[in-house]
T-cell receptor
Framework: RKEVEQDPGPFNVPEGATVAFNCTYS??????FFWYRQDCRKEPKLLMS???SGNEDGRFTAQLNRASQYISLLIRDSKLSDSATYLCVVNEGNQFYFGTGTSLTVIP | SAVISQKPSRDICQRGTSLTIQCQVDSQVTMMFWYRQQPGQSLTLIATANQGSEATYESGFVIDKFPISRPNLTFSTLTVSNMSPEDSSIYLC????????????FGPGTRLTVL
């Protein structure tokens, strides 16, 4: 069983839509959680950390559900520039586990 | 966050040769990692580069194939030895830049093609 699982998509949504991604993790002792964004042929860049209380940054909202062992990312009012692959990352001590990424394309 | 550079940014190499990739950080960092990302796939951790001691390799990766150096807290190298076409990939350096934080930042990557 993989440590971190994501729906690979692709998600194709129109501009202005709201889209949500989920990511499940297998180790209940996982300590911290992140969403990264990766554009084609570029390195992953930190989008946001995910806190137990949930956190919001503009159009982006991240949630953590420890009981069900998943994290989510909600993007509101999608922009064309949101098109990318979104990677879920889970930290267990000094080990980082990456999901396979969810591909998002925002269509005009 | 730390600013990370990698050299070379890309290379095309012949089978059987070796390539050394450099990772330079603009500040001292606690942890440095080397990843590989093959086309259309997520990142796979190769090893943790330990300052002043041997790197810690993940399952499936060995020191003879991927020797790593980390002479100080701002610099590391990864060598891909005796290359084959299966080694064609993007190689990424990442760092955790402060004690007490576990956020990783990535270098721009090295795109390697082996013919």
């Amino acid at each position: 069983r993989k440590e971190v699982e994501q729906d690979p998509g692709p998600f194709n949504v129109p501009e202005g839509a709201t889209v949500a991604f989920n990511c499940t993790y297998s180790n209940s002792a996982s300590q911290s959680f992140f969403w990264y964004r990766q554009d084609c042929r570029k390195e992953p860049k930190l989008l946001m950390s995910v806190y137990s209380s949930g956190n919001e940054d503009g159009r982006f909202t991240a949630q953590l559900n420890r009981a069900s062992q998943y994290i989510s990312l909600l993007i509101r009012d999608s922009k064309l520039s949101d098109s990318a692959t979104y990677l879920c990352v889970v930290n267990e001590g000094n080990q980082f586990y990456f999901g396979t990424g969810t591909s998002l394309t925002v269509i005009p | 966050s730390a600013v990370i550079s990698q050299k070379p940014s890309r290379d095309i190499c012949q089978r059987g040769t070796s390539l050394t990739i450099q990772c330079q950080v603009d500040s001292q960092v606690t942890m440095m990692f080397w990843y590989r990302q093959q086309p259309g796939q997520s990142l796979t951790l190769i090893a943790t580069a330990n300052q002043g001691s041997e790197a810690t390799y993940e399952s499936g990766f060995v020191i003879d194939k991927f020797p790593i150096s980390r002479p100080n807290l701002t610099f590391s190298t990864l060598t891909v030895s005796n290359m084959s076409p299966e080694d064609s990939s993007i190689y990424l350096c990442s760092v955790v830049d402060r004690v007490g934080t576990d956020t990783q930042y990535f270098g721009p990557g090295t795109r390697l093609t082996v013919l």
